[in-house]
């Protein structure tokens, strides 16, 4: 959506075509899709997030350099881009990591298991990436393009769905 709040569409989009997303500019999206979003009338609200994902979205706020991180996640699949407060001296990106199943999880189960994939990585992530209805803003700059095969893997006892990625855009 180009509104924070309203006028999300939810549609399904393979990880390796997510760039499309990324690439537009000043655009909002969430990685769970909405009622109302498959007619462009999604309202962001956790109350509207409709349970399963399947990407992670990591925001990271000046605590690693890009390099390092891209260097600690070496052979997992991720879309990496800048935000527009990114500086040299202070790295600000976006992580998004596929996952081999779509997890069905209620707010506070997603938040849970946000908190738990946060706490091991090697490197600090912006907390309020637990947010099940978190909005992430794009700008015209991808980092790196997903190459390697390796799927984030996820316990399959989390009720998993196999689909194409979630997306409210």
Same mark, same amino acid.
């Given at each position: 959506?180009?509104?924070?709040?309203?006028?999300?569409?939810?549609?399904?989009?393979?990880?390796?075509? +997510?760039?499309?997303?990324? *690439? =537009? *500019?000043?655009?909002?999206?969430?990685?769970?899709?909405? %009622?109302? &979003?498959? %007619? &462009?009338?999604?309202?962001?609200?956790?109350?509207?997030?409709?349970? &399963?994902?399947?990407?992670?979205? =990591?925001?990271?706020?000046?605590? /690693?350099?890009?390099?390092?991180?891209? #260097? #600690?996640?070496?052979? +997992?699949?991720?879309?990496?881009?800048?935000?527009?407060?990114?500086?040299?001296?202070?790295?600000?990106?976006?992580?998004? #990591?596929?996952?081999?199943?779509? +997890?069905?999880?209620?707010?506070?189960?997603?938040?849970?298991?946000?908190?738990?994939?946060?706490? &091991?990585?090697?490197?600090?992530?912006?907390?309020?990436?637990? *947010?099940?209805?978190?909005?992430? #803003?794009?700008?015209?700059?991808? =980092?790196?393009?997903?190459? /390697?095969?390796? +799927?984030?893997?996820?316990?399959?006892?989390?009720?998993? /769905?196999?689909?194409?990625?979630?997306?409210?855009?």
């Amino acid at each position: 959506s180009n509104d924070m709040t309203t006028g999300y569409k939810s549609e399904a989009v393979p990880f390796d075509k +997510l760039d499309k997303l990324f *690439q =537009l *500019q000043d655009y909002h999206w969430i990685n769970h899709h909405l %009622t109302d &979003g498959d %007619t &462009g009338q999604g309202y962001r609200d956790t109350k509207n997030c409709i349970a &399963g994902v399947n990407i992670l979205v =990591l925001d990271i706020d000046g605590t /690693v350099q890009l390099s390092t991180a891209k #260097l #600690l996640l070496k052979g +997992l699949k991720a879309w990496y881009y800048t935000t527009k407060r990114s500086t040299p001296e202070e790295n600000r990106f976006r992580i998004i #990591l596929p996952m081999n199943y779509t +997890l069905k999880m209620d707010s506070t189960e997603y938040k849970e298991f946000i908190n738990n994939v946060i706490q &091991g990585l090697p490197f600090t992530v912006d907390e309020s990436s637990n *947010q099940q209805c978190k909005k992430w #803003l794009t700008i015209k700059d991808i =980092l790196s393009t997903p190459k /390697v095969n390796c +799927l984030m893997y996820c316990l399959s006892s989390l009720k998993p /769905v196999r689909t194409k990625n979630a997306l409210s855009y």
